[in-house]
DNA sequence: GACAACCTATCTATCGATAGGTAGAATCTC
DNA sequence: GAGATTCTACCTATCGATAGATAGGTTGTC
């Protein structure tokens, strides 16, 4: 038999599947031949596909949660923080144009589950929280200067983030160079230049 | 037999199925129940169910650019200009959590052919393009005072937009009032303010 | 009667899902 | 510690439902 971490093949080869494809655009099939076994054992672990999709978003939001704390201890500065947190799309986008998974969630959100819906919510909420923190913590360093809601603006990053991921893959652009994009730069009107070696990269 | 217009209904239709669910989501036989008519009928039509997502984007487009020479015609000012277009986004999430065609088939890429994503790169070069050419008149104009290329900056706003949807429909919340929402006037350092009551709405 | 605009009926392929079997490791019983 | 039992981790085979697609008939219009 498979020495143990089936389960952890299914799921990493399941989230490039939806990042690539979307939810509803794959089968069991593809992922077992993706994984090298029968659906039958698919369904073993993850009886009905809902499962696996609510396994797959609270993976990858405690993934993104520990890139974040990783992302704090060792950057100190704000803007070292937020270059660091743009460059995990970035670098999403190089990976053969994958989207976050929010994006492919969001967009199928008609067929999910109220549970992994609300799991979706949670990741937006946290990543909307962190990014509004260091935009409050910046403007007491006097790194970012903006006017108006901390929180609104970190959803507009946010939002941006994810649209950006979109309009690459439209255009098959690949993930602009390290540091902080100047349109966030002028969203901010923050002074420092980077460069930012960020490699972080979402899992 | 039916009045002549079925082609036209089932397109609108398919949009709100697409713009709801995903490309992936609905089938001929969801589509041929909510025209009100038979799966084959619509073959007739759209003999593969590529040729019904073609004609979608090209009448998507196409409508667009039309309501792009509305706004023309009765904006004269940029700023009023870009307030209509934003609004458009807008007044898409109002009406069921609905997406941009843009959004949808951009997630579904995969599993699209190369024709219709040919379509879709040239409906984001249409809005990059027309924001883009706001922005450098609001700029001569002095509505508008930014750093930086405008075609990136219309490109950050046109992603902004798309994954404003995404969050929006991800958190069930409705659109922001009309008028420049607070993030795009921090990116544009514009000083008017409203309200604008664009009434444009994405067919 | 020719054509357009539908229909009924049906096809093949594939979907997610389930039933039931089995090899081998782990655990219990004495 | 040997034998019986149970559990884990898969498998083969197949289910009913549904996907997109097609052949060929019917009906209304000109």
Aim: hydrophobic share 40%.
């Amino acid at each position: 038999m498979e020495t143990a971490d089936t389960k952890e093949r299914i799921l990493e080869a399941s989230q490039a599947l939806v990042q690539v494809r979307g939810f509803n655009a794959f089968s069991y099939r593809d992922l077992a031949e993706s994984v090298g076994i029968r659906t039958a054992s698919i369904h073993y672990y993850f009886p009905r596909k809902d499962d696996l999709a609510l396994s797959l978003v609270r993976r990858y939001h405690e993934g993104f949660r520990q890139i974040l704390r990783q992302i704090e201890s060792r950057e100190v500065r704000s803007e070292g923080r937020l270059a660091s947190y743009l460059n995990l799309f970035s670098s999403l986008s190089e990976d053969g144009l994958r989207l976050c998974l929010f994006g492919v969630f969001s967009a199928d959100a008609a067929s999910l589950s109220e549970e992994v819906l609300m799991e979706i919510r949670a990741f937006c909420d946290t990543n909307v929280d962190w990014v509004s923190k260091v935009l409050k913590a910046g403007q007491k360093e006097g790194a970012f200067s903006f006017s108006g809601s901390p929180l609104e603006l970190a959803r507009g990053i946010f939002a941006l983030m994810e649209g950006e991921l979109l309009v690459r893959r439209a255009l098959r652009a690949p993930g602009p160079p390290p540091g902080i994009p100047p349109v966030v730069r002028a969203l901010l009107s923050c002074r420092g230049d980077g460069p930012f070696a960020a490699t972080d990269h979402i899992p």
